[in-house]
């Protein structure tokens, strides 16, 4: 399999983890540095209700944002002759649906992992200091089948980012993926997400989390 082909997976996941970053430090680590979180915190709406608000927010934002890069992305080699670029990198049409299914559980990880861990900081450079090592996350599968590449295994699958890996470079290989596996990866995802999104609600409920810098 082509080495160029086999970085699109890498770069889709790097977007779905921490393309909503801006956003996420926006909402938490912005609104602190602007005092506005604190009236925020003071209204009737509950922390748990805010905060999942937040990492929809930045989730969906995510999502788009894939969206239109692999809309684009495709658009790109309809237009520029075959010749003239690696065709090994090509999207097919029928298989981004496919792909945003199989980023979603990586795009509320990250929304929810980047909410929280701005929760922790004052303002927009104290987070966005924090929030550079989450780039190498989704690197780690890349890297690690590039140098021993192995056959997918059920237990993989449910192994966060490297499931997600495996089952891109299926997509794009237009192999066929059993409901199991679909099962397996999905349900691991979102459960991930879903102890993340806890964590989060938690460290929302912090009396401190208002303070300005």
Not at 14 to 26: P, R, V, W
Not at 27 to 33: C, D, I, L, Q, S
Not at 81 to 97: C, N, S
Not at 115 to 134: D, I, N
């Amino acid at each position: 399999f082509d080495l160029a082909q086999q970085m699109l997976p890498y770069l889709l996941l790097l977007l779905a983890f921490i393309g909503g970053m801006q956003l996420a430090i926006d909402a938490t680590a912005g609104e602190r540095e602007r005092q506005s979180l604190e009236p925020l915190l003071a209204t009737p709406a509950s922390r748990e209700a805010i905060i999942s608000g937040k990492i929809l927010a930045t989730a969906t934002f995510t999502l788009l944002s894939l969206l239109v890069t692999l809309a684009m992305y495709r658009i790109a080699f309809a237009l520029v002759p075959a010749g003239r670029i690696d065709v090994t990198m090509a999207v097919p049409t029928e298989a981004i649906a496919r792909l945003l299914l199989v980023t979603l559980p990586v795009a509320l990880l990250g929304a929810t992992v980047l909410t929280a861990l701005a929760a922790f900081a004052r303002s927009h450079r104290e987070a966005q200091s924090y929030l550079p090592l989450l780039v190498f996350l989704p690197m780690l599968p890349t890297m690690f089948l590039m140098v021993a590449p192995v056959k997918t295994q059920l237990w993989m699958l449910a192994v966060p980012f490297l499931g997600q890996n495996q089952l891109i470079l299926r997509v794009l290989r237009a192999e066929p993926i059993a409901p199991a596996e679909w099962a397996v990866n999905l349900g691991a995802g979102l459960l991930l997400a879903a102890l993340a999104w806890w964590v989060a609600t938690r460290l929302y409920h912090r009396e401190h989390l208002a303070a300005s810098s």
